[in-house]
């Protein structure tokens, strides 16, 4: 294994941080061996068979062409829950568990119902049925292959979470869904002209669909969820979303003329502005 490792380090590094690399090596023996990181490190004097060095040889080859590695492994982790990749589906990111991390934290009800919008590999929907044992949560996407995907993380997780394709820009199709005490979603919001900033692994490999919005009406997802949370949020119901830390003003008061209260906008842990929650409090009804 020590060669191989040497040999994964140096073909990387031009391509890679330090850092990543040892990330990497980790994720790649990980998969070739089943080891956990402890028995990875006591491991390392063992010899490779010749079908692990042609299996590491094909990764190798795949990490130097800036394939994201959850889609050459074709499975990720997120939060701590194990969940199935493909091309055609967003990568769950760490700081998506942030906004799971917080929608737990602030839910005081044993059985809300919610919905998760534009669910890619279910992630969020997953994790949040996992941790609320008694709630009722509802996953949407425009994309069959999302839908799938989520499906099979569902199983894998042995949860069960109600998948249906649903346009939000359309709403289609029409279809009756239960009012809502919690509606989250993680929605495209990086602009046609931020992809220069971009990485190659993500822009060569990763659904544009799932990622980018115009320049011109960036907040497009943001406003038709919000509207359509409107009409299905229960009273005091809440809505989150994660977003484009340059439009977290913008949204705040888009949010806020929308009729929206507790309107609070949250840094991630790099301090960037990624998470914002609302509150929706309906009129009474004579």
Not at 39 to 65: V, Y
Not at 93 to 119: C, F, H, M, S
Not at 251 to 260: A, D, T
Request: net charge negative; hydrophobic share 40%; aromatic share 8%.
């Amino acid at each position: 294994m020590k060669a191989g490792i040497a040999s994964i380090r140096k073909e990387l590094a031009e391509i890679y941080s330090p850092e990543e690399t040892e990330s990497l090596i980790f994720l790649i023996f990980e998969k070739l061996k089943g080891y956990s990181r402890t028995q990875f490190l006591l491991s390392k004097d063992e010899k490779l068979t010749a079908e692990e060095l042609l299996s590491m040889s094909q990764i190798l080859g795949r990490l130097k062409n800036h394939e994201p590695i959850q889609y050459i492994l074709g499975e990720t982790e997120f939060y701590g829950l194990p969940f199935r990749t493909a091309p055609e589906v967003l990568i769950p990111r760490p700081e998506t568990e942030e906004l799971v991390q917080w929608i737990i934290q602030e839910n005081k009800l044993a059985r809300p119902t919610i919905l998760d919008i534009g669910t890619g590999t279910g992630c969020i929907a997953i994790s949040l049925r996992k941790t609320i044992p008694l709630s009722t949560v509802l996953a949407c996407d425009i994309s069959p292959v999302c839908l799938e995907t989520a499906r099979l993380n569902s199983e894998l997780n042995s949860t069960d979470v109600a998948l249906f394709e649903y346009d939000i820009l359309k709403l289609s199709p029409e279809i009756k869904i239960p009012e809502l005490d919690i509606i989250v979603s993680n929605p495209p919001y990086v602009r046609e002209t931020e992809k220069l900033l971009m990485e190659k692994n993500v822009l060569e490999f990763e659904p544009e669909l799932a990622l980018f919005v115009s320049d011109e009406n960036p907040l497009i997802f943001y406003e038709r969820i919000a509207d359509f949370a409107r009409v299905q949020l229960n009273d005091g119901g809440r809505l989150y979303f994660e977003l484009n830390e340059a439009f977290g003003k913008e949204c705040s008061r888009m949010l806020q003329e929308k009729g929206f209260s507790e309107v609070l906008l949250k840094k991630d842990i790099n301090g960037k502005d990624r998470m914002i929650r609302a509150a929706l409090e309906k009129p009474l009804k004579y």
